[in-house]
């Protein structure tokens, strides 16, 4: 059912400074920058073979990203994994009392379809289902 990784979620402060990184130093190309204003987030994204790097900038202060700088400080926020029907693996995590931050999928950046499982079921790691055309 979980095919890849798809991404792998990164909190940071500001988005132009840490593209400097991952573009210059780590040789990244960028994909693309989007707001997804549901979230309250800035995200770009840098593929690396067939899976990405999303890096989130808060765009307000009670962004979630916001939230876990403040709690942890900045680093690896969440790992997302591919599925190929997502509302399927929902209620599939649900029937194996997975506890879900989202009942059903809502809007990701790309155009994606996604959901999060509560980290508290996955012993620390917030997960993302991502659907993916
Ligand atoms: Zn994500």
């Known amino acids: 059912m979980i095919s890849k990784v798809d991404h792998i979620g990164i909190a940071v402060n500001n988005l132009e400074e840490t593209l400097k990184v991952y573009q210059e130093v ?32 808060a765009t307000s202060p009670d962004s979630p990203i916001a939230k876990f700088i403040e709690a942890k400080g900045q680093g690896v926020q969440h790992i997302a994994f591919k599925v190929d029907n997502i509302e399927k693996a929902l209620e599939d995590m649900k029937t194996k009392g997975m506890r879900l931050i989202d009942e059903k999928p809502r809007y990701g950046a790309g155009g994606a379809r996604i959901a999060f499982l509560h980290p508290k079921s996955t012993n620390g790691v917030l997960i993302e289902l991502s659907e993916r055309k």
């Open 26 to 57: 780590l040789g990244l190309e960028l994909h693309g920058v989007e707001v997804v204003e549901e979230q309250k987030v800035k995200v770009a994204f840098l593929p690396i073979g067939d899976t990405e790097i999303e890096l989130l900038e």
